[in-house]
């Protein structure tokens, strides 16, 4: 763990874009020559649950082929990936007495400005074709026994999403380089420090310990599993919706004898034609994240976790669609839902936001008319919400739950960067959900534009509520709300839903109010709803607890 600490500090240091720099939004990771995941620091669970699924796929794919110097990298849904701005960067370690044999790998994922696409920051709320998102990477050796491919990562940033009718590539390709070269230096760390720890203790003392680790994971499952029996039964279900009436269903069927578990969807709706649709890894890292986050021992995540497991996700549904389906909405979207329907099953803990609320905004690229390509940049941030109550616990206000981990952007980075003004970022009272335990309130972040810009939204429960559980309320469901000054200064204040692009004149300004986390039992006064979130000390919730001890 302390590795990929290490790993994860050198790329944020040598990084260049606010994205990672800032924002936090990158995970690294090591794993076993199997693939398998071993050990992690408290990054993303999104990546770090399904970052196992890229790196299988380039072992497969490359295999004995791969030599001391060699990194690869990849994006593709089919390949493992999460959705097409997270680049995964793969860097094989091997024996120091053996040039053949990998011994490990040294994995980084990080989210990228702008990968190319129909839009600015390559997050476009309308797509519906995966090519319309951005440069599609299957494979690429980013560098080959020491020498990096420049030519080969220029065309598949820039050339090759281009060729696309509407589309563009790479708006800044010299800052989505850097923060590559900086993901292939920290993948560079994780050599080095791994490299160090086998000459120190021997590769079998080291191996034996990865297995001890697993094996813990695996056992610490199967007890949570069986333990969840007296409380909810061998088998039980759970159902959620998207916010345009998609269902995600769920049935959990326990052994009590193995403690294994059987998580069937059967019954969750077919691929959408938009792109909430989630790549299969994505689904298997918001599974296991609800299993790390239930454990109440102190264990790392890893591949262990899994091991009890038999995950059915039916062909064709919106967890498992076509490989040309949009999914950059899945990742960061429909895998909050996965994780509710997951602690829903289990009665674990009331609806946190269910929602990333991803704001993109820029300038550039290729003119859709003319041809003419212009460097250009995109903008791209999550934004806090509230997190659900649970059986001791009260939610927390503002904050990212679940499958993302990342910071907000300061707004001193924010306005000096960007032409853009905060002008509030604050607590939305009353927002979360009433209760014995009141769930976390969202936020009111809004932003000033100070030239005319394309901007875009994509979120959810904007029409579908956080659930409350146990007799506690609904958190409430956000909205985005356009403030459009016309030419003779009068405003309009327009609900724009939330999934859309919008030109934005000079001094418009984009309100984003967050939803609310559920509330947990009945029993507290319509008054109570009204307390401001942040007098309360909501500690050790699930959400909490998974960041800090991931």
């Known amino acids: 763990m302390s590795i990929a600490e290490a790993m994860g500090r050198s790329l944020q240091q040598t990084a260049i874009s606010t994205n990672i720099k800032e924002r936090l939004d990158y995970s690294c990771a090591i794993f076993a020559p199997t693939g398998d995941l071993v050990a992690n620091a408290p990054f993303m669970p999104v990546h770090l649950g399904s970052m196992s699924w890229s790196v299988k796929y380039q072992l497969k794919l490359h295999g004995s082929s791969l030599k001391p110097g060699d990194v690869l990298l990849t994006n593709a849904p089919q390949a493992g990936g999460s959705h097409l701005p997270d680049l995964t960067v793969i860097s094989p370690i091997f024996d120091p007495n053996d040039d053949t044999k990998i011994i490990f790998f040294a994995a980084s994922r990080g989210h990228h400005a702008d990968i190319g696409g129909i839009l600015p920051g390559s997050m476009p709320p309308t797509s519906t074709e995966l090519w319309e998102e951005g440069a599609v990477i299957e494979s690429i050796k980013v560098v080959s026994e020491g020498i990096y491919a420049h030519d080969a990562v220029y065309k598949a940033m820039v050339e090759d999403p281009a060729q696309y009718p509407g589309c563009s590539g790479s708006r800044n390709f010299r800052d989505t380089e850097s923060d590559l070269k900086a993901q292939i230096a920290a993948n560079h760390k994780g050599v080095q420090l791994l490299t160090a720890l086998v000459e120190q203790y021997g590769l079998k003392m080291v191996h034996e310990y990865m297995e001890h680790i697993r094996a813990n994971a695996e056992q610490a499952v199967r007890t949570m599993l069986k333990e969840s029996i007296p409380r909810i039964g061998k088998s039980f279900t759970a159902i959620d919706y998207m916010d345009d009436g998609s269902p995600i269903a769920l049935r959990v069927t326990i052994d009590e004898e193995t403690g294994g578990a059987i998580f069937d969807f059967e019954g969750t709706g077919p691929e959408m034609r938009g792109n909430l649709n989630t790549p299969v890894c994505v689904v298997h890292a918001a599974v296991i994240y609800c299993l790390r986050s239930m454990i109440g021992e102190d264990i790392p995540l890893n591949a262990g976790c899994l091991v009890p497991l038999d995950i059915r996700i039916p062909k064709g549904t919106l967890l498992d669609p076509s490989p040309l389906a949009a999914v950059c909405g899945g990742n960061v979207m429909t895998s909050q839902r996965v994780t509710d329907v997951v602690l829903k099953a289990f009665r674990a803990c009331a609806a ?74 604050h607590f939305r009272p009353g927002s979360g959900g009433a209760g014995e335990y009141k769930g976390g309130d969202g936020t009111v972040r809004s932003y000033q534009f100070l030239e005319p810009l394309k901007v875009s939204i994509l979120s959810e429960r904007r029409a579908r509520a956080p659930y409350g559980l146990e007799g506690g309320e609904d958190g409430a469901l956000g909205r985005n709300i356009w403030v459009k000054t016309e030419k003779d200064g009068s405003t309009r204040r327009i609900n724009v839903g939330g999934k859309g692009t919008m030109k934005f004149s000079t001094g418009d300004t984009l309100e984003l109010h967050t939803p609310g986390g559920g509330g947990w039992g009945a029993g507290q006064t319509k008054e109570m709803k009204k307390v401001h979130n942040n007098d309360f000390e909501p500690r050790g919730s699930i959400a909490e607890r998974a960041k800090v001890d991931f």
């Open 352 to 425: 946190s936001q269910g929602c990333c609320n991803n704001l993109t905004f820029g300038v550039g690229g290729k003119d859709p008319v003319t041809g003419e390509v212009t460097e250009g940049w995109g903008y791209y941030e999550t934004v806090a919400g509230g997190s659900g109550a649970g059986p001791h616990w009260h939610g927390t206000s503002g904050i990212h739950t679940h499958m993302t981990n990342t910071r907000i952007t300061d707004v001193e980075i924010l306005e000096r960067r960007y032409p853009v003004l905060l002008k509030e970022y």
